[in-house]
């Protein structure tokens, strides 16, 4: 690591009132006098709970929103951006968790797309000459004629970390880069990492993954309620001491298993075919018990959900739920019979962020709620009321709009949505991807506490831990079929694991 290239000092955001002003206050801030400090070829870690200011500071070191106070300083240089071409042109990269790819271009278009060669007559000869050897660079050699719309995401961010170097950026914001990759592909971008830290560019890194911050970082940074904790380097890390930096205290148990599952079937699956050419899937969920279902990432935990709940067609098998067959399955079907699907995209499939709290927490409900149609409010309100309570939903009224909370408690409403239903079974796709460490440990209280109301519950996750932690019993898939069962607690090891995924 060489000398600091950027310093941001005092950094303070303010809330904006309906007119585009700031409320200045002491309670109505987004930051408050934040420090960061990055030096030439480091991954910089920057931690903190959802909410915690993170993006925010990224967005104005970015220029894609000012500061309101404090001084920014790169390269030695105070500057100010007013827009994100600005920054990019001052050397500052950013690869968004939400890549911003167009998927009918290909790869070659997508890296010069708004600078191409030769201006309105591009010169797509040299384009796609020159995209390779960025490609190559990186050590993907990856067709620059290919769509981006065909490649996987690991290759889309390739495609995002080559944009950003051909930039010539000296900073690389990366935010949250490894949340839908493979052990495999984290790997290769980690090499990636360091081989950039090798050419002198130094690398902002986001994430909520604690066992991977140590394999890549020099220096980390905590952020908690729009403030500064601290900088420690990754020689002082441990787990608790950074904890206790996010949340202010320490968590004293992350895993909460206190339920007992029973013998009572609720969930049998016979010789489910997932695609044409898959192996048959057989499996079941007790009353009351945790089944946890790993693999990689395309390995067909998805599409087994989407099977069960009816939002895909398979191709053969047999499923049983409450001791009877249930013949071509679909949503509305399986969720009169109390049987939910949490899916891993809050986002687009899980809620609709531009309705408010209490549309989102009833949504699912409505007809069993208010079966003669007529809404009242009254009644919503109480329901949306009683769901924020019984989840800890952290909001300043009913009627906020869900893309105003963060993204641990987006997960908390998504959740709710279907509690407020009286669910006998839940299917849970990554229920704690892209939150913080915090909003997890509540999230598995709440798996917990259902279990123990007999709730019986699939959970599909990718983090070992997690399946490690919370599962009565774990499946393990690959290419659309289930490869292990592992029963015995004493057999819950990632090793174990990791072996059946390959």
Same mark, same amino acid.
């Given at each position: 690591m060489g000398e600091t290239i950027l310093e941001m000092d005092h950094i303070t955001k303010y809330i904006y009132d309906a007119y585009g002003k700031p409320i200045r206050g002491t309670n109505v801030k987004i930051l408050h006098d934040v420090h960061l400090d990055v030096r030439a070829s480091e991954v910089h870690i920057l931690v903190g709970e959802n909410g915690a200011g993170k993006s925010t500071l990224m967005n104005i070191l970015g220029g894609i929103i000012p500061a309101d106070e404090g001084t920014i300083k790169l390269f030695g240089r105070e500057v100010q951006f007013s827009n994100p071409r600005e920054s990019q042109k001052m050397g500052v990269g950013f690869i968004h968790q939400e890549l911003n790819l167009c998927p009918n271009l290909t790869v070659a278009e997508n890296l010069f797309l708004g600078r191409e060669l030769g201006g309105l007559l591009s010169d797509k000869k040299k384009m796609y000459e020159q995209s390779g050897k960025m490609l190559q660079k990186l050590g993907f050699p990856m067709d620059p004629h290919t769509l981006v719309r065909n490649l996987s995401t690991a290759q889309q961010q390739i495609v995002e970390i080559a944009k950003a170097i051909s930039y010539k950026?000296?900073?690389?914001? *990366?935010?949250?880069? !490894?949340?839908?990759? !493979?052990?495999?592909?984290?790997?290769?971008?980690?090499?990636?990492?360091?081989?950039?830290?090798?050419? /002198?560019?130094s690398v902002i890194y986001i994430s909520h993954r604690f066992e991977e911050l140590k394999e890549i970082g020099d220096r980390l940074t905590v952020l908690r309620d729009g403030g500064y904790v601290g900088t420690i380097d990754m020689s002082e890390f441990s787990y608790d001491k950074v904890?206790? *930096? *996010?949340?202010?205290?320490?968590? !004293?148990? *992350?895993?909460?298993c206190t339920h007992k599952p029973s013998d009572q079937r609720v969930l049998e699956i016979e010789d489910l075919r997932i695609g044409a050419k898959t192996q048959p899937?057989?499996?079941?969920?007790?009353?009351?018990?945790?089944?946890?279902?790993?693999?990689?990432?395309?390995?067909?935990?998805?599409?087994l959900a989407k099977s069960i709940f009816g939002a895909r067609n398979f191709y053969g098998g047999k499923i049983r739920y409450m001791g009877q067959e249930i013949r071509k399955p679909t949503p509305r079907k399986m969720i009169e019979q109390g049987l939910m699907y949490v899916t891993e995209d809050r986002k687009t499939e899980g809620l609709v962020l531009r309705m408010n709290i209490v549309s989102n927490i009833t949504l699912a409900s409505l007809r069993k709620l208010?079966?003669?149609?007529?809404?009242?409010?009254?009644?919503?309100? /109480?329901v949306a009321k009683r769901m924020i309570s019984e989840m800890g939903i952290a909001c300043n009224s009913l009627?906020?709009?869900v893309s105003t909370l963060s993204g641990g408690?987006?997960?908390?409403?998504?959740?709710?949505?279907?509690?407020?239903? /009286?669910?006998?079974?839940?299917?849970?796709?990554?229920?704690?991807? /892209?939150?913080?460490?915090?909003?997890?440990?509540?999230?598995?209280?709440?798996?917990?506490?259902?279990?123990?109301?007999?709730?019986?519950i699939l959970m599909i996750s990718s983090e070992l831990p997690e399946l490690i932690g919370m599962s009565d019993r774990i499946y393990v898939m690959r290419r659309g079929t289930v490869s292990a069962e592992i029963v015995d607690r004493a057999d819950f090891k990632q090793e174990k694991i990791l072996a059946c995924t390959v």
């Open positions: 950026s000296r900073i690389l914001i *990366m935010d949250e880069p !490894t949340a839908t990759l !493979t052990q495999k592909e984290i790997d290769h971008l980690f090499e990636i990492i360091r081989d950039l830290k090798k050419q /002198g560019i904890i206790g *930096m *996010m949340v202010g205290r320490t968590l !004293t148990h *992350m895993y909460t899937i057989s499996l079941h969920v007790n009353r009351g018990e945790v089944v946890g279902v790993g693999g990689l990432v395309g390995s067909g935990r998805t599409e208010f079966p003669k149609t007529w809404i009242h409010p009254q009644v919503e309100n /109480g009627h906020q709009l408690n987006q997960q908390k409403v998504a959740l709710a949505k279907w509690l407020a239903s /009286g669910p006998k079974m839940l299917i849970l796709d990554e229920p704690t991807r /892209g939150i913080d460490v915090n909003a997890k440990a509540e999230i598995y209280q709440i798996i917990d506490r259902l279990a123990s109301s007999g709730v019986a």
